[in-house]
């Protein structure tokens, strides 16, 4: 007797299994990765940091800024940290470009998540060549220019001071 007739003997009354009622699922696929859409925002970013910066662009004063036809108050309250300061960021070590990209970024954040008024620490210059303040003005006529931005003010010493900027944005 053969190996394949030993098999058939030995599987000459077996019937085949009843289907059960179960479903097989396939594992979840991952979320897309929406990457033109990310590319796009990236873009919009950096277009916004390039555009807002304009060396002919003059603010009045430079401690302070004021969406125009709003009330004076705001200064006020914002300097004397009638609002929370919610989130900051520091620019320190960063170029001019990478500065301008970062906080637009960061505006953009505090924005999607309901952010109010937040600290952007930019620096005094001091280490910078002829120990020019680069980031400061530059951070301030970004911010200036911006829509989304209802004042900013320098906040005191102990918060900064100079070298650092308390931001109210639009709710």
Known sequence: MTRD?????AVR??????RTNRVLHEPARPAPIPA???????AVLQELARATFDDDAQ??????YL??????DILRKL????????????????????AALETSRFIASCLHRGLR??????GKGLRSPGREPVLKRRIRKLLAR???VIAFVEPRAAQGGSGAVVVLLAG
């Open 36 to 42: 033109k859409h990310h590319e796009d925002e990236r």
């Open 5 to 9: 007739d030993e098999f058939r003997d």
């Open 146 to 148: 911006r829509n989304d």
């Open 117 to 122: 008024c937040v600290r952007i620490v930019h």
């Open 79 to 98: 300097r004397r940290t009638h609002w929370v300061v919610q989130d900051h960021l520091d620019l320190h070590g960063l170029t001019g470009d990478e």
């Open 67 to 72: 969406r125009p036809g709003l009330p004076r």
């Open 13 to 18: 009354g077996v019937a085949p299994l009843r």
């Open 59 to 64: 603010i009045e004063d430079d401690a302070s």
